[in-house]
Structure formats: C-alpha cells, structure tokens
C-alpha cells in the first residue's frame, strides 16, 4: 500500500492495519486446526506427483 493511501485511511482503519500484521499466521501449531489444513511450503521444489514410469 502506497503512502498517500495510507495517509486517506481512518484512524480506526489504521489500527485495524496494524493489529491485523501484528497477528501470527494460523497453523496447525497456533490453533486448533489439523495440520491437514497448513499449507504446503516450497511447493515450487516439491517432486510432481502422478504415475511413476516403468
């Protein structure tokens, strides 16, 4: 977000911006959700799945 847009923002807003940065990331190890719902890192080096050859 741009400065200038920043600066036409509420008080009110702001504070919603700032609280909302300052929160952690919700994983599996944050709260209660199953780790089934994290989502999956470095997927770009992952090896792509599907039918194996031979």
Known sequence: MQRDALERLSKAELIELVLRLQRPEKTSRTSSQP???D????????????????
């Open 39 to 54: 989502r999956k890192e470095r997927r770009e080096r992952a090896k792509p799945g599907g039918a194996k050859p031979g």
């Open 35 to 37: 780790p089934s719902t």
